[in-house]
């Protein structure tokens, strides 16, 4: 049997998928509508067993799509979040522009699409701007492969810095994970940036400062934003459910299922605890 598992952190979003056992056995950045921070998203995809028709392709392995199509995490109808396989002018992550341009998201009026650009010249980590342009398409400063993003500064501002776009941790440079989304206005695409590695905890101690709980990831369990639906109740991702409990599809669909130790305590008392991919020790009670 396969599972989803998916986490939001407020600031963080982590999605991944966790097979169990055989059954046999924010603040608005430049062009932004808003933005996420603190996991190595894995989108699943076509082929997965128990896969959310939500996720229709797989965003780190960039799998189930066609050609000139890339998978990115989305926004749905109905307030869902899933992934989905999009047509553009290029390729954000491969950067498969001419010499001396770059892939990047341009926004005109309100449409935001991937465009060739002239490649700006700010480099990873320092202060971007918005290209000017007068009245016509906007884009960011960043060097090729980079995107400018806001990010909540010590003294309380906000300052906007070039961080590197990609579709999985392997991609990021400098100890940092590809686990910062982006919602950017005028596209349902929801990109992805490498962000500050999460911080690591125990989903049974529940160590984590509040108003963070902790909740499985692809990189170990971390600390996210907590949520508050009940077990059985619909969700799209971790942290929407109550400390303690992750969003797993049982086959019906992705709900909040609580956490357990396989064959240990806790245990399920309802249901088999099935292990969750890359969280040794934890598993999730399916029904």
Known sequence: ???????????????????????????????????????DPDGGGAGDG?????????????????????CHF??????????????AACDVVLQNCAQGQRCTYVSTGA????????????????????????GGPEFD???????????RQDDGGVGFFCRKLCHTSSQCTDSRECNTVLRLAGTSELPLLCG???????????????????????SGPVCAGSGTRATGEACDFSNQCAPGSACVNTGQGLNCRPLCRPSSSPACTTGTCR?????PGVGACIP
């Open 196 to 218: 500050p590695r999460s911080q690591p905890c125990d989903p049974f101690a529940q160590g984590c400062a509040a108003p963070l709980s902790c909740y499985p990831s692809s």
């Open 1 to 39: 049997m396969r599972a989803w598992l998916a986490v939001l952190t407020g600031t963080l979003f982590l999605a991944l998928v966790t097979p169990g056992c055989d059954d046999d056995d924010k603040q608005p950045g430049p062009g932004q509508g808003d933005s996420g921070v603190p996991g």
């Open 141 to 151: 400063t960043c060097a090729a492969g980079l995107f400018c993003k806001d990010e």
């Open 50 to 70: 128990g896969v959310s028709p939500d996720f229709a392709c797989n965003v780190a392995r960039q799998e189930g799509c066609g050609t000139g199509q890339s």
């Open 74 to 87: 989305a926004d749905l109808s109905g307030g869902k979040t899933g992934s989905r396989c999009f047509a």
């Open 111 to 134: 449409v935001t699409e991937r465009r060739c650009v002239e490649a700006g010249t700010v480099a990873e980590g320092a202060r971007c701007t918005l290209s000017p342009t007068d």
């Open 275 to 279: 292990p969750l991919n890359d969280n």
